[in-house]
Each structure stands twice: as C-alpha cells, then as structure tokens.
C-alpha cells in the first residue's frame, strides 16, 4: 500500500501543512500497518526564543519532520465506504531558521541545531473507494509531542486534519494479470450482492 497523507493542523495560530508518505501493508482488509515520513512545509513564525546572534525583529519560523510507525483498525465497513482508528507514533527533530544579525554575509538567514522530539497522534479516518484499487480520504486527531521541553510542546502540539489518497497494489496488479478493466465499478455496488460478498462485509 502506497499512501500520500497530507495533514493540516493549526500551529502557533497559523494554519500549516505538514506532508507525507506513508508505506504499509494491509490484512484481511481490516488491519494496516506500516511506516510513515512527513515534515513542515510551511514556514510558521516561531514563539522559541532566537539566539544571541539572531537579527532584531528576526524573521524566525520553525521547521520539523518526523519518522514514524502506525497501526490502522477499519471499525466500520462496506464495498464503498469505511471508518477506522489510526494511532502512530515515532520521532525526528525540530528547529529554528532565522536572520543573522551580521547582513554582510552573503546568505544572512542560518539554523539552530536541532532538537529532538517524539511524536504520538490518534486519529479517525473515513475512506471512499473510487476503484478496487484507489480509494480517497479524510480523518482528524490529535498530535501530541514526548519528551521535549514546555516551550517545544506548546509550539507542536494541536489538532490534526488530513487528506490521503491512497493506492493498493495487489488489486491493481490482479486487475493487469487478469486484464479486467482499469476503472470499473465491480464489487462496490453495495445492493445486489451475492451471498459470499454480502457475507464478508455485513456477516451472517
């Protein structure tokens, strides 16, 4: 399973974007599992207190990434739709970029070194499959910072918002072997289904 995941969240009162990409595998289509990398992409003025060589009034914003592992359970499901819980934890570093006081070098913005953090965030996801192989969705949660200072916390932590759309290889690879039609609609009506489909996703 290859997964594009982009999270928005509200840091420092700014709204941000925080990208990512995420590869796993699935079981019995129920339970996920796998690794992630995502980081900031965009450039949020910081609260952290720039340092003694730091420009007046400096243009600080922070930046951070992460490396992570997460376990998805699908709690609800049917052909088309599905909700699950996702809980993911890992680690990366944080800092700060910032302008020089000294504006006679000839790049004037540097960066501190970077601290490090760890990161859990529960979520809830709804899905929308599209094809058999390609489904698009959407979950919120929360993100929590471990094992940092206060000022870090305050600054990372927040609610999680997110879009992912995502792909699933052994479908799409059955679909080329078999040389069934790339975009068809087959085993997501929800009417009209047999009895051993009907039976796998609603039970007995």
């Known amino acids: 399973m290859v997964q594009v995941d982009s999270r928005y969240s509200i840091i420092n009162h700014h709204f941000s974007t925080i990208s990512g990409l995420k ?26 207190e720039p340092p003694d060589n730091a420009a007046d009034e400096a243009d600080a914003t922070l930046r951070f990434y992460n490396i992570a592992l997460y376990g998805e359970y699908v709690l609800i499901e049917n052909p088309r739709w599905e909700l699950g819980m996702n809980l993911q934890g890992g680690m ?3 800092r700060v970029e910032y302008d020089l006081a000294d504006t006679s070098r000839n790049n004037p913005r540097t960066r501190t070194p970077s601290d ?5 965030e529960p979520s809830m996801a709804a899905q929308l499959r599209i094809f058999s192989w390609a489904s698009l969705g959407a979950g919120a949660g929360w993100r929590q910072p ?6 870090v916390r305050r600054e990372i932590s927040g609610p999680i918002f997110y879009l992912r759309a995502k792909i699933l290889i052994a479908p799409l690879l059955r679909i080329r072997r078999n040389r069934e039609p790339l975009f068809s609609q087959k085993d ?12 796998r996703f609603y039970g007995e």
């Open 188 to 199: 997501l009506r929800t009417r009209g289904l047999n009895n051993r489909t009907r039976r």
């Open 92 to 94: 990366g570093s944080v």
């Open 146 to 151: 471990l094992f940092v200072d206060p000022v």
């Open 23 to 48: 590869l796993g595998l699935e079981w019995r289509g129920r339970v996920r599992t796998g690794a992630a990398f995502y980081f900031l992409s965009s450039r949020i003025p910081t609260r952290l």
């Open 116 to 120: 490090f953090i760890a990161l859990i």
